[in-house]
């Protein structure tokens, strides 16, 4: 398999690098996709964006194909890590799928982060069916930014799993899978998303000065 095509945002000369992946249902180019790229290299980090096969299909092949087999979506990982690798902090993660598919490969890869926004814990109706096992074990600095009302994992229900001291969590008020609240509830989309990307951007200050400690 080759490398990934990288769609880049930040500085070449950043401290650390942010590679970033999609969720299963929209492309690496979203309005929420682009808002968290844009957000964090704002703030002087380098942020690789890249697409699993099936999604980098669907903009040539014109059919709406479905999310490649976990063994595909995980080698695709470990090519996006190869890849970016560099003589600076490394931090991966993604959208839903992509920061779960993330997450199985972090320990393996040696990264030094991993950030997780809308982490599925389970599908949506189905919270018998969990998706944490690994996350009862990761050693790798994890940040988690989760809707409080997220149907994939509620902040009630979360709170109940077991989880590794490795895993931070960061609530965003009222949102729901994509972190955007309710109108009534006096959040709004645009402060939700700032919020989001303040931590992810102090997660990854912190990274940095971890690595030069």
């Not at 779960?100 to 320990?107: C, N, Q, Y």
Request: net charge neutral; hydrophobic share 40%; proline share 8%.
């Amino acid at each position: 398999m080759t490398a990934p095509d990288f769609l880049t945002d930040g500085p070449a000369d950043a401290p650390a690098s942010f590679v970033l992946a999609h969720g299963a249902g929209a492309p690496m180019d979203t309005p929420f996709m682009n808002q968290i790229a844009e957000g964090v290299a704002a703030a002087g980090f380098r942020v690789l964006r890249f697409e699993f096969p099936y999604m980098a299909g669907r903009r040539t092949g014109g059919s709406k194909r479905p999310p490649d087999r976990q063994p595909i979506l995980l080698e695709s990982w470990r090519n996006a890590i190869a890849a970016a690798a560099a003589d600076r902090a490394l931090v991966i993660g993604g959208k839903s799928m992509g920061g779960r598919m993330a997450s199985l490969v972090a320990d393996e890869s040696g990264v030094d982060g991993l950030i997780c926004l809308g982490y599925p814990f389970h599908p949506p109706g189905k919270p018998d069916k969990l998706r944490t096992e690994h996350l009862e074990g990761i050693i790798c600095p994890t940040l988690i930014l989760q809707g409080e009302r997220d149907p994939f994992g509620t902040r009630t229900e979360v709170e109940s799993y077991r989880l590794s001291e490795a895993i931070t969590l960061e609530w965003i008020p009222d949102g729901n899978h994509d972190l955007s609240p309710r109108k009534a509830s006096g959040h709004t989309s645009q402060s939700n998303m700032a919020a989001t990307i303040t931590a992810a951007m102090t997660f990854l200050e912190n990274v940095v000065r971890r690595q030069k400690a």
